[in-house]
């Protein structure tokens, strides 16, 4: 195995992860969440967690993609 496998696969493992966290972050609102125009929360415990780590993991995910796209050259 060279390393443009070892970065499909890293890819497809984030991909899993990151797909895992944006559902744990789902909210049930519902048509409720709309009527509230000027409604600001902030993310705090659990939340904000999630919400960091989501970010952490695209940043991860884009630099193995441009490393993926660089090394297939």
């Not at 060279?2 to 048509?31: F, N, R």
């Not at 000027?38 to 705090?44: D, E, G, I, K, L």
């Not at 952490?56 to 630099?63: H, K």
């Amino acid at each position: 195995m060279d390393l443009t496998d070892y970065l499909a696969i890293a890819m497809i493992l984030i991909s899993i992860s990151l797909i895992a966290i944006i559902l744990l972050q789902v909210k049930g609102e519902g048509i409720g969440g709309l009527q509230s125009g000027s409604f600001v929360r902030t993310r705090r415990g659990i939340e904000k967690t999630l919400f960091q780590m989501t970010i952490v993991l695209v940043v991860i995910w884009l630099v193995v993609a441009a490393v993926s796209v660089v090394e297939s050259r």
